[in-house]
């Protein structure tokens, strides 16, 4: 994967941070619960960026 779809990636997934920490934040008032969502949404991000979820054949033609 290259450098500029990492970038883009990791950009994009800024977004759903904001936003289920702002909704963690609403139901439980609890800043432990978005530090934790932020961390799940942080690992999905890295592991999407290392490249954990791409198909065999998609790493093969790289």
Known sequence: MNLWRKIGIGIVSIIPA???GGLIWNM????LSVVATIVM???FSGSAIAG??????????H
């Open 52 to 61: 954990k979820f791409s198909s065999p054949e998609q790493s093969a033609h």
């Open 41 to 43: 949404v942080g690992l």
């Open 28 to 31: 439980s008032h609890s800043w």
């Open 18 to 20: 904001f936003v289920l």
